[in-house]
């Protein structure tokens, strides 16, 4: 192997002149304050209070966000990214890449889309028969064909999509929001992630937990068949006396805290157990999906023969009961990891057709009916609905098998409703669908639209950890303009 460059003398001692020269340049300029001064947003966060809303940096167009990840990798191939060139040279190689070696190994030739695509709506977007109750709402959505990721490993692309970084230890997207805006519903949790019917995804609490951020921004996982744990009262005591027990024990914790101003950990401890109370009553009626219609019921499907798609089904309207009481961030899971390559989620490497038969028919008709819903109660006015997943997949198959490899360089997400466009499509993959190449956007990039619709500068909204100013693009990110209504 030929020497690295960095490793050769001259360059080395090259580099290090150079970058010491660039950091003194800095310190000049920052001294004669040539420097453009971002100055951070920190929200004052009351202790006893700590989830009561908080203003915006500037006019919102959205309120509240709803994200749905599916897990595993969605193929954009074989979903919403057409690619007539892709159908033409079926079965040839991926020109200039004959050779080529991606995460499992080598791969094989190009590969038609297993479903085909055909004209949607109004707007004759291409959407492929896999989905077919969503592809009716083409209409409705926002593509960007063009997204990249960091990473072609499930947990540190999961990370970087719930987070902003590959590595663990950052607060989720949702925490964040949390943090800077508080909730306007005071007896539901700020933020609550819906997982999966068969499990979480694969790293699991880190697409909700809240890390260096204040416990109380992390999310609350929990699921239409997996309630909040601890709400019920304990038998043999009834409505009124739990109501009169809550009462003392809310005039002790007065009395106590009088006794100890300042205490800011025993203020937010009392808040949270007041919460928590709150909860007991809430959360079990926005829980309880009996309430809804045998309408709504088999529009979503929450009866149907198949437990997977009829769970997942209670989950997606679970998630509009929870937007419709006003919860700030809800991010609904569909896939999970603890099941075998491909089995519980969309990592489609082996036997892409019959995997992606099951999760297509467990995914679309739900989802199709919650984003109806949403138009239907007109919470998609003032709701951002994010459809994402951590990578793309291969326009080739792999050698020997009938699935495609992970690909981060280009792929496909969609947003909905609160200030985006509706039937428009935003950057392009090449004529195979292999690596973005026209207008290529960043996780950065949407993370930082999604601030922006909420009516945050992510430039400006820190918390101040081990001496940084953190944030959740980190030092990356630009608004998405041309995606913006």
């Known amino acids: 192997m030929p020497p690295h460059p960095l490793l050769d003398r001259r360059h080395f001692l090259g580099q290090a002149s150079t970058g010491l020269s660039a950091i003194a340049l800095v310190s000049l300029l920052a001294e004669q304050k040539l420097l453009a001064e971002v100055t951070p947003l920190r929200p004052t966060i009351y202790p006893n209070a700590p989830l009561a809303p908080r203003k915006p940096h500037f006019a919102p167009k959205a309120k509240r966000v709803l994200t749905i990840f599916c897990s595993g990798a969605v193929s954009h191939l074989d979903t919403f990214d057409y690619k007539p060139e892709l159908v033409k040279r079926d079965g040839q190689?991926?020109?200039?890449?004959?050779?080529?070696?991606?995460?499992?190994?080598e791969n094989g030739n190009l590969t038609k889309p297993i479903w085909p695509f055909k004209p949607r709506g109004q707007s004759g977007k291409m959407v492929s028969d896999l989905f077919p109750k969503l592809a009716e709402l083409a209409d409705e959505m926002c593509f960007i064909h063009s997204m990249t990721a960091k990473s072609n490993t499930h947990g540190p692309a999961e990370n970087q999509m719930s987070t902003g970084f590959t590595l663990d230890g950052f607060p989720s997207a949702g925490a964040w929001v949390s943090y800077a805006l508080g909730s306007e519903c005071r007896d539901l949790p700020a933020f609550v992630a819906i997982p999966d019917p068969r499990g979480v995804p694969q790293v699991g609490p880190n697409n909700w937990g809240s890390a260096f951020l204040p416990a109380v921004f992390q999310g609350t996982p929990f699921?239409?068949?997996?309630p909040i744990p601890n709400l019920n009262r304990p038998k043999g005591i009834g409505e009124k006396e739990d109501a009169a027990t809550r009462e003392f024990l809310k005039l002790l914790n007065e009395e106590h805290l009088k006794?100890?101003?300042?205490?800011?950990?025993?203020?937010?401890?009392?808040?949270?157990?007041?919460?928590?109370?709150k909860m007991q009553i809430r959360a079990s009626e926005a829980a309880d999906l009996s309430k809804e219609s045998k309408a709504i019921h088999a529009e979503y499907g929450t009866d149907d023969k198949d437990a997977t798609k009829a769970g997942f089904a209670r989950n997606c309207l679970l998630a509009r009961r929870l937007l419709q009481r006003d919860v700030r961030f809800v991010q609904l899971f569909n896939g999970s990891y603890a099941m075998g390559e491909g089995v519980g989620n969309w990592d489609g490497h082996k036997t892409l057709k019959s995997q992606y038969s099951i999760h297509a028919n467990v995914f679309d008709k739900p989802c199709a009916a919650l984003l109806t819903d949403l138009k239907r109660t007109g919470l998609l006015k003032d709701t951002l609905v994010v459809w994402v997943t951590e990578f793309g997949r291969m326009p080739t198959f792999q050698k020997g098998a009938s699935g495609r490899d992970h690909n981060p360089k280009g792929f496909t997400v969609w947003l909905a409703g609160a200030g985006v466009k509706r039937a428009y499509s935003y950057g392009a993959t090449d004529e195979f669908g292999h690596q973005a190449v026209e207008k290529v956007a960043t996780i950065y990039d949407l993370h930082a639209t999604m601030l922006h619709l909420l009516g945050l500068d992510h430039e400006r909204l820190s918390f101040y950890h081990n001496g940084i100013e953190r944030r959740l693009t980190d030092v990356h990110g630009h608004v998405i303009k041309d995606v913006l209504a």
Do not use: W
């Not at 699921?223 to 997996?226: L, Q, S, Y």
């Not at 006794?259 to 109370?277: K, N, W």
């Open 223 to 226: 699921t239409a068949d997996k």
């Open 259 to 277: 006794a100890r101003p300042g205490e800011s950990d025993l203020a937010a401890r009392i808040a949270s157990h007041e919460l928590a109370a």
């Open 93 to 105: 190689p991926l020109p200039g890449k004959e050779k080529l070696v991606t995460f499992q190994g």
